[in-house]
């Protein structure tokens, strides 16, 4: 029998917490992870960590719910990816299950899955629990919801408050270096040693509507929202234009079911924060784009300090409207290739893009709102945003101390001094550290202005950042004794004032990437994804949430991306008790 779940919430990282220490709370139930005797899967998933709470001890068990090439009911085999008609695309099967979002609708538990491929899939499962709450998948198949086309690379997600899916496409195409009736940027358009050619795998994506056909650049990149519509699993989906358009890793949102934080997985991205004009409606709202400000912090550390630059107010209907007439980059900005002396035409600012093109820009006059948000990382930055972040990836939030905590796979690019070369534009002058850091941003609890004076309408605006976890780089890698390019986030909460158990997924060429967990400023794997094969990718570890249940145990669930020669998998590590501790 389907029982209530109550809470999902997204989080992976790591490192040696700087942040000011919470305050002490009982000692009484206090859930504490400790390493373990290795327990190996025969899928190659290791568990390295037991679960401890008084005198009382617990295994953690890792069960694979979802494995790539098996059939689930008479659903296609999970990893099948469906065109526009219904078909396999090109017979192939995604390798990339990420997020797994669980929660109830209709009377049903489902899980909502990601397939990150370009194109990528939303796959249905039902699920059931037996009377110790382990779960188990019914039936399976890939979903096709009203109200949008094809998704490309589906990466991250968060179930919201009114149990949906908010799913995040990655790696948007970069219309500016689009060729109309090709779908391609040529390389001469690109600077050499270009990582991302253009951004976003276009004609593979594209493959979904068939042959010949060429989709508008702006039609990936969104934020997608999900509903179960019915007890048989139908849905429907919007794309929240309000929300704007950029390599969304993620879109978390606070417990005011109005205020939500959106980390850009890519070179010189951005942090941006919407703000719904309804609780549990995003269809309209304001969004904002982080400046921040860079100063010495406590221990010769160093902290972030954001300032928020408004965007605008904008509805997924007037965007939604927008897209349906086709767009072009030349209609929304004036823009010129950088002159090799660095200095831009009068009226156009400079701008350094993820592929490393430079240009000079300028919003066309009318164009605001919607250049804010089909182009939302250009205009954060002519608006004096910080668009130098290396690849933020997880966000997750702790209720108990109001913390919100994301990791930047490296700091790099952007992140170092000189980098862009304007000084206007070169907020950051961090060391580099190529293992990556897990930031936590305090969450004001009281009125915000933005860099006008006006005010933000929320009580969770990130104010001063500082380094939670570092990655420690040694010998030309990284220590293992740290983590190494942190990507998904989680947290196991606890009580109201009291830290939850921070979890910190790994996506890095070290074999084999990790799952750890962070705690009272100690730093313990948890979990290992399959070694690295001879030949083929290291498996990345990806997909969390914490899904408490009401039968006294939670679960976190899992992705294993790519584990190179065995199929992917994903699943969930548990059981965790539900205690006086943890919010059930």
């Avoid at 430079?358 to 939302?376: F, H, I, K, N, Y």
Wanted: hydrophobic share 40%; proline share 10%; glycine share 12%.
């Amino acid at each position: 029998m389907p029982l209530p779940l109550l809470l999902s919430l997204l989080a992976c990282g790591e490192g040696t917490s700087s942040s000011p220490a919470p305050a002490a709370g009982p000692p009484a139930a206090h859930l504490r992870m400790v390493s373990g005797v290795p327990r190996t899967s025969p899928d190659g998933v290791t568990v390295l960590a037991d679960l401890r709470m008084g005198a009382t001890g617990t295994r953690l068990t890792w069960t694979p719910l979802l494995v790539q090439g098996q059939a689930y009911g008479d659903g296609a085999p999970f990893g099948t990816v469906p065109d526009a008609r219904g078909n396999p695309v090109d017979g192939a099967a995604c390798a990339g299950p990420d997020f797994p979002g669980i929660f109830q609708a209709h009377g049903v538990t489902w899980m909502l899955s990601h397939l990150e491929c370009a194109p990528g899939a939303l796959v249905l499962s039902e699920l059931a629990q037996d009377a110790q709450g382990s779960l188990r998948v019914l039936r399976s198949a890939p979903t096709t919801p009203a109200g949008i086309g094809p998704i490309n690379q589906p990466c991250s997600g968060d179930v919201t408050p009114w149990s949906s899916l908010l799913t995040a496409e990655e790696y948007e195409t970069d219309a500016a270096l689009w060729v109309r009736g090709k779908g391609v940027v040529p390389p001469a358009h690109l600077p050499e040693g270009a990582r991302y050619h253009d951004h976003s795998r276009y004609a593979d994506w594209a493959r979904h509507a068939g042959p010949g056909t060429w989709p508008s650049p702006y039609a990936n990149g969104w934020m997608i929202e999900t509903w179960i519509t019915d007890e048989s699993g139908g849905a429907r989906a919007v794309r929240h234009g309000s929300m704007g358009r950029f390599s969304h890793e993620l879109g978390l949102v606070m417990p005011d079911q109005r205020t939500v934080y959106l980390s850009d997985d890519t070179s010189y991205g951005i942090l941006a924060m919407f703000v719904a004009d309804v609780p549990g409606d995003l269809s309209a709202g304001t969004l904002y784009a982080a400046r921040l400000h860079q100063r010495a912090g406590e221990g010769g550390d160093w902290e972030l300090e954001v300032q928020w630059r408004s965007l605008g107010h904008a509805t997924d209907a007037e965007i939604e409207a927008s897209l349906a007439s086709g767009p072009r980059f030349d209609a929304l900005f004036d823009h010129r290739p950088l002159p090799a002396g660095g200095t831009c035409p009068e009226g156009l600012a400079p701008y350094r893009g993820p592929q490393g093109v430079d240009q000079c820009l300028a919003v066309r006059p009318g164009m605001e709102t919607l250049a804010s948000r089909l182009e939302t990382r250009r205009v954060a930055a002519l608006a004096g945003a910080t668009a130098e972040l290396q690849k933020a990836e997880g966000l997750a939030l702790d209720p108990g101390t109001r913390r919100l905590y994301l990791a930047t796979t490296r700091l790099a690019d952007g992140m170092l001094a000189g980098s862009p070369p304007w000084p206007e534009a070169d907020h950051l002058q961090l060391p580099r550290n190529p293992c990556g850091v897990v930031w936590a941003f305090d969450l004001a609890a009281g009125p915000a202005v933005d860099a006008s004076g006006a005010p933000i309408d929320s009580e969770w605006v990130a104010g001063v950042a500082r380094p939670a976890v570092q990655g420690i780089a040694e010998g030309g890698g990284c220590s293992e004794q740290g983590i190494s390019e942190p990507d998904n986030l989680a947290v196991i909460p606890a009580g109201p004032g009291q830290p939850g158990i921070l979890l910190i997924a790994e996506d890095t060429g070290r074999s084999p990437n990790r799952l750890w967990a962070h705690q009272d400023g100690v730093l313990l794997p948890i979990l290992s994804a399959p070694p690295a094969p001879a030949q083929g990718r290291t498996a990345e570890v990806s997909g969390l949430s914490w899904v408490p249940e009401a039968l006294g145990s939670g679960w976190v669930t899992v992705a294993i991306q790519h584990p190179g020669g065995q199929p992917a998998t994903t699943g969930v590590l548990g059981p965790f008790p539900v205690h006086a501790g943890l919010p059930h």
